[in-house]
């Protein structure tokens, strides 16, 4: 089986911008699908895509560091919700005791998600960071702004830390292009550990059932 570092470089052919793209995409399908196993893979891709973007700025070890956490973070995440007994069939999908994470409807989150869009576009013009290239600083805009409006949609914890998670991914790939010392980044992986940690805990403490595919 390869190895984190083993896979980083065989995907080398994914060039900075193609990886910054799918930061957008990542971003955009934890608002916008239900599925709760569906955006935790996106996280887990999010991690590995701000992976890729930062070993073309960084020391390929800080970069490996980044996917490392993002490779221990999901599961944890998903042994959690399993154990809360998320996707273990309660209720039915039209039934009563179906449980919506997001209370705004679909058309909506997809309009907040443009508009998001168009305010990290607004402030990556207004505010470009010279220290970085300028589609890295809307990357870094975009999943701080994302995480915050996934924050402000939903009362679950298990919805809710997806989106700190995606808020402090974006701005670790905003401050590691800046400060890359090795004992800041080992630093911000434990903070993001004990962060996820906290989650599971708030996941299970709650202990929420719905049904299967719920998000």
């Known amino acids: 089986m390869p190895s984190l570092y083993e896979v980083i470089d065989q995907l080398g052919f994914i060039t900075r911008e193609l990886a910054i793209v799918g930061l957008f995409l990542t971003g955009g399908i934890i608002v916008l699908v239900r599925d709760w196993r569906v955006s935790l893979l996106a996280l887990l891709g999010q991690y590995l895509l701000a992976g890729l973007v930062l070993s073309r700025l960084v020391l390929p070890e800080v970069a490996l560091i ?106 670790e790939l905003l401050y590691t292009s800046i400060e890359r010392s090795l004992a800041m980044v080992w630093l911000l992986a434990v903070v993001n550990l004990l962060l996820t940690l906290a989650i599971a805990y708030l996941i299970v403490a709650r202990d929420v059932g719905p049904s299967e595919g719920s998000p």
């Open 66 to 171: 980044k996917v490392l956490i993002g490779a221990l973070i999901c599961p944890m995440l998903y042994l959690a919700a399993r154990q809360a007994g998320w996707g273990a069939g309660q209720g039915s999908a039209s039934g009563s005791t179906q449980r919506e994470v997001f209370p705004a409807g679909p058309a909506f989150r997809l309009l907040a998600v443009m508009l998001m869009g168009l305010l990290a576009m607004a402030l990556s013009q207004s505010y470009p960071l010279p220290v970085i290239p300028p589609d890295v600083g809307l990357a870094s805009y975009w999943l701080m702004l994302n995480g915050l409006l996934i924050l402000m949609l939903t009362e679950y914890p298990l919805k809710a830390g997806q989106g700190l998670l995606t808020a402090i991914v974006g701005f």
